[in-house]
């Protein structure tokens, strides 16, 4: 079975929108302009790219991404090389600029859990991350945590009503900036 893993830069208060800029967002672009930039801090983005073998996209990051990410072949070659999935109910085909495998459902995300080959990680689609982890799909989450109180803000976790959820932290480091590292597996 596949590991999928959700990965986000997220406020300490939970929100993960708008960390890079997006236009509407009070506070877009906060992971660069609110915080001292160090390297460092970065190494788990880089050490993912290598690792994953499969990016896995809600709709509309991925209608975000496809017309950008394409065109940054130094800063992902590997995500624009490897098979890459969106889960929408509404996408008619995907982006010829950017191709990937339209997913129906998270039942189809379960189905493709179970196929060979390795992990599969998430970038920032906060709707889909909500319901992978409601249904029991997210197996680890690679969390860069900022030293920032946004308030408003899509959140990384559901506010749904669930049981308890245990988490085991694996690794974690924390920066001079004041970014800290939080990798966590699902515990099951």
């Known amino acids: 079975m596949r590991t999928l893993i959700v990965t986000a830069f997220v406020s300490l208060d939970g929100v993960m929108e708008a960390p890079g800029g ?8 906060w992971t660069f302009k609110d915080v001292e930039f160090d390297e460092a801090a970065y190494e788990l983005k880089g050490r993912e790219q290598e690792e994953a073998a499969a990016l896995l996209l809600g709709r509309r990051s991925y209608e975000a991404f496809a017309p950008v990410w394409p065109r940054m072949t130094d800063e992902f070659p ?100 004041g970014i800290q590292k939080q990798v966590f597996d699902v515990a099951r």
């Open 78 to 177: 590997r995500y624009n090389a490897m098979p890459r999935y969106v889960v929408s109910t509404t996408l008619d085909g995907d982006d010829p600029r950017w191709p990937a495998t339209v997913l129906r459902s998270l039942d189809d995300v379960a189905a493709l859990k179970q196929t060979d080959g390795g992990p599969i990680i998430v970038h920032g689609s906060a709707t889909l991350g909500h319901g992978l982890a409601d249904a029991g799909l997210v197996d680890r989450y690679n969390l860069l945590v900022f030293p920032l109180l946004l308030g408003a803000g899509k959140r990384l976790f559901s506010d749904a009503d669930k049981d308890t959820t245990r988490l085991k932290l694996v690794e974690h480091e924390a920066y001079a900036n």
């Open 22 to 29: 997006e236009p509407g967002y009070r506070n877009s672009g």
